[in-house]
């Protein structure tokens, strides 16, 4: 059986293909781009991809192909109705990355609020050194207890942020995208509501017609001076353009994990605010090491699976 991982780079370098390579003829690409793929793939009976786009003519040229793993939650690079009507199955892995979104939305709420990369530059640029006092409150913080932690998309990661923010002592409320979502634990609020009130907000939720654009350059007047917005959803969900002009006119901090074109484009808007209050990352919260190591075993069971099922026949 042969097995293609089309952007096996983005596991990284230090997870092990041991349990992968035990299971058939397996060939790793660091990345394809979409003109290689077809070359790639030719002959194979199961192809893993994370973003990586299979199409409905790249499956008809490849008449072997019968499992499609994606290595993520989303499968919106995979032509679904095509694998359907043509009989190959596709399976994703959800829930892997869990406690990585989580802490990484801490770190970013922490890093912000309490000015951690101004209270590095001072010690590194020796001016606690040369100061009179043993301490330093230049840019003093506020505590989490008694404070409003809104949330978008109160699903299993949101869940947790919630009940973690919980224990801090915020108090939680959230809105649903989808209007489904009546989880009784929290508060359900409306979204003008939310960004009101929030003095954190932080998104979780899919990009999808209901969450396109859903933060614009007129609701998110709305937010509190001094509010901390921070997205680990998707890019999307925010307008970055009118989100880079709320920045410059308003006091809130922002951390994002996530933009609407990734690698981010060199002339997104974003790029241009020169300002500490904006922190941004590479779409790495769902990169800690256990992670990975837990979506590359969901797809060695899920080929497991597929190859139980052929011998059965």
Partial sequence: ??????????LGEDVSFDALDALGECSYHPTTRSDETLVRIKDATVVITNKVLITAEMMDATP???????????????????AKQRGIEVKNVAGYSTDSVVQLTFSMLFYL????RYY???VRDKHWQMSELFTHVGRPFAELAGKTWGIIGMGTIGQKVAKIASAF????IYYSTSGKNKDQKFHRVHLDHLLAESDILSIH???????????????????????????????GIINEADLARTIKEKPIYVGLDVVTKEPISVDNPLLEV???RLYI????????????QRLLAAIVDHIKTFKAALHSV
């Fill in 281 to 292: 990352t590479p779409h790495i919260a769902w990169t800690s090491i256990e992670a990975r």
């Fill in 169 to 172: 002592g915020c108090e939680v």
């Fill in 120 to 122: 590095d530059d001072f």
């Fill in 1 to 10: 059986m042969k097995i293609v991982f089309l952007d096996a780079l983005t």
């Fill in 64 to 82: 072997t192909l019968k499992l499609i793993c994606i290595a993520a939650t989303g499968m919106n690079n995979v032509d679904l109705d095509a």
């Fill in 205 to 235: 939720a899919p990009l999808n017609d209901a969450t396109q654009d859903l933060l614009h350059y007129e609701n998110m007047k709305q937010l509190k001076d001094n509010a901390t917005l921070l997205n680990l959803g998707r890019g």
């Fill in 113 to 116: 609020i309490n000015s951690s």
């Fill in 274 to 276: 020169q300002n500490e």
